[in-house]
């Protein structure tokens, strides 16, 4: 970002509008900036001509709108395309678009790397450096739409399913979320938002009032032993605990609220039979989904992909109980854009060997 200047990208709709207040500007200034922004990708002040030449002087003088720095573009086969992402001080990230014949949904990151050590995930495993700013987060949508608008393709979803717990990136991640939910920037559904994360219960409370998105919970195991080793933050938030959170937000807010579970499918660790029926006693009368997601493997991993068979087996324990159950199609594997792959390159600053939150 060019230096001393606030990139645009981070301020949601109130925080424009506190900004144009400081430079005596009327709130319908919001409005024209912000389409020039998102409706008509104009990034240069000098063509927004219905402002001002003084306000367009003074935008410049003290605010920027830029794009991330990529390093790096990948496109596998299928359709996918993966951005490495510059974030300065030789860290790196990754956003992932996903296209299908009826969405295009592009996976977000909202940390430089991720401090929950999840074993079975190669972004925990590198460790972790900072939290990205909301204008980090909402420079990949942007990135991601200038790529594809001539291309005729469109990002209908946005999930924050890329690198990092966005939970605890709460003072980034809801002005970003606000921007994705506007009609003036990207006037996404709140079902057409989700929000992913591995269990960080106090902030998961503050989120069912916050914004209304969507949320998926990585579960991936149906007891707190296993839960334990798996995904160590259930150490701190074990499984009943987070279920209760769970339960505070599918009430939360007057319109109909579900929540994805997603459980990685692991070779003769989580993917018995008894542990779906454990997983069907654990999730029963709750409004939910359960994604199954076979395990994509990467380097120097202890774990490999359930069969196919056995996926089969377990999806259809669930589904004989009552449970909406779908195992996720294997996108962008070739290119490490799968889920669990996205690894960047991180600078490790907390050399942790517990999660400590």
């Given at each position: 970002?060019?230096?001393?200047?606030?990139?645009?990208?981070?301020?949601?709709?109130?925080?424009?509008?506190?900004?144009?207040?400081?430079?005596?500007e009327?709130?319908?200034?919001?409005?024209?900036?912000?389409?020039?922004?998102?409706?008509?990708?104009e990034?240069?002040?000098?063509?927004?001509?219905?402002?001002?030449?003084?306000?367009?002087?003074?935008?410049?003088?003290?605010?920027?709108?830029?794009?991330?720095?990529?390093?790096k573009?990948?496109h596998?086969?299928?359709?996918?395309?993966?951005?490495?992402?510059?974030?300065?001080?030789?860290?790196f990230?990754e956003?992932?678009y996903?296209?299908?014949?009826?969405?295009?949904?592009?996976?977000?990151?909202s940390?430089?790397?991720?401090?929950?050590?999840?074993?079975?995930?190669?972004?925990?495993?590198?460790?972790?450096?900072?939290n990205?700013?909301?204008?980090?987060?909402?420079?990949?949508?942007?990135?991601?739409?200038?790529?594809?608008?001539?291309?005729d393709?469109?990002?209908?979803?946005?999930?924050?399913?890329g690198?990092?717990?966005?939970?605890?990136?709460?003072?980034?991640?809801?002005?970003?979320?606000?921007?994705?939910?506007?009609?003036?920037?990207?006037?996404?559904?709140?079902?057409?938002?989700?929000?992913?994360?591995?269990?960080?219960?106090?902030?998961?409370?503050?989120?069912?009032?916050?914004?209304?998105?969507?949320?998926?919970?990585?579960?991936?195991?149906?007891?707190?032993?296993?839960?334990?080793?798996?995904v160590?933050?259930?150490?701190?938030?074990?499984?009943?605990?987070?279920?209760?959170?769970?339960k505070?937000?599918?009430?939360?807010?007057?319109?109909?609220?579900?929540?994805?579970?997603?459980?990685?499918?692991?070779?003769?660790?989580?993917?018995?039979?008894?542990?779906?029926?454990?997983?069907v006693?654990?999730?029963?009368?709750?409004?939910?989904?359960?994604?199954?997601?076979?395990?994509?493997?990467?380097?120097?991993?202890?774990?490999?992909?359930?069969?196919?068979?056995?996926?089969a087996?377990?999806?259809?324990?669930?589904?004989?109980?009552?449970?909406?159950?779908?195992?996720?199609?294997?996108?962008?594997?070739?290119?490490?854009?799968?889920?669990?792959?996205?690894?960047?390159?991180?600078?490790?600053?907390?050399?942790?060997?517990?999660?400590?939150?």
């Amino acid at each position: 970002m060019t230096k001393d200047k606030q990139n645009l990208f981070g301020l949601n709709q109130q925080a424009l509008t506190e900004l144009f207040a400081t430079l005596g500007e009327k709130p319908y200034r919001v409005k024209q900036l912000m389409q020039w922004i998102y409706k008509y990708h104009e990034f240069d002040f000098d063509k927004m001509l219905n402002l001002s030449k003084k306000l367009r002087q003074q935008l410049k003088d003290t605010t920027c709108i830029e794009l991330p720095k990529v390093a790096k573009q990948d496109h596998a086969l299928d359709g996918v395309i993966k951005w490495v992402i510059d974030t300065g001080a030789d860290n790196f990230i990754e956003t992932v678009y996903i296209p299908s014949d009826d969405r295009g949904t592009l996976c977000i990151s909202s940390q430089v790397g991720c401090s929950l050590a999840c074993t079975f995930c190669s972004t925990g495993m590198q460790g972790f450096n900072r939290n990205l700013s909301t204008a980090e987060i909402i420079g990949q949508v942007m990135l991601a739409n200038h790529y594809l608008k001539d291309k005729d393709k469109r990002i209908s979803n946005v999930v924050f399913m890329g690198m990092g717990e966005p939970l605890l990136n709460e003072k980034a991640v809801y002005p970003a979320c606000d921007l994705l939910l506007d009609d003036l920037a990207f006037g996404l559904s709140r079902r057409k938002v989700t929000i992913s994360t591995s269990g960080v219960v106090p902030a998961l409370l503050r989120m069912a009032e916050r914004v209304p998105v969507s949320l998926a919970v990585s579960l991936h195991a149906p007891d707190d032993t296993l839960r334990n080793e798996l995904v160590p933050i259930n150490q701190k938030y074990p499984i009943q605990e987070l279920l209760s959170a769970c339960k505070v937000y599918l009430n939360a807010g007057t319109q109909e609220r579900h929540i994805l579970f997603e459980y990685v499918m692991l070779n003769g660790v989580n993917d018995s039979v008894a542990q779906a029926k454990k997983l069907v006693t654990l999730l029963k009368g709750m409004s939910a989904k359960v994604n199954l997601i076979p395990f994509n493997p990467f380097p120097k991993t202890q774990y490999i992909t359930s069969k196919k068979v056995t996926i089969a087996s377990f999806q259809d324990v669930l589904f004989d109980n009552g449970i909406r159950t779908t195992t996720r199609r294997t996108r962008g594997e070739e290119v490490d854009a799968a889920c669990g792959q996205l690894a960047g390159k991180i600078i490790d600053k907390t050399k942790r060997i517990k999660v400590t939150i």
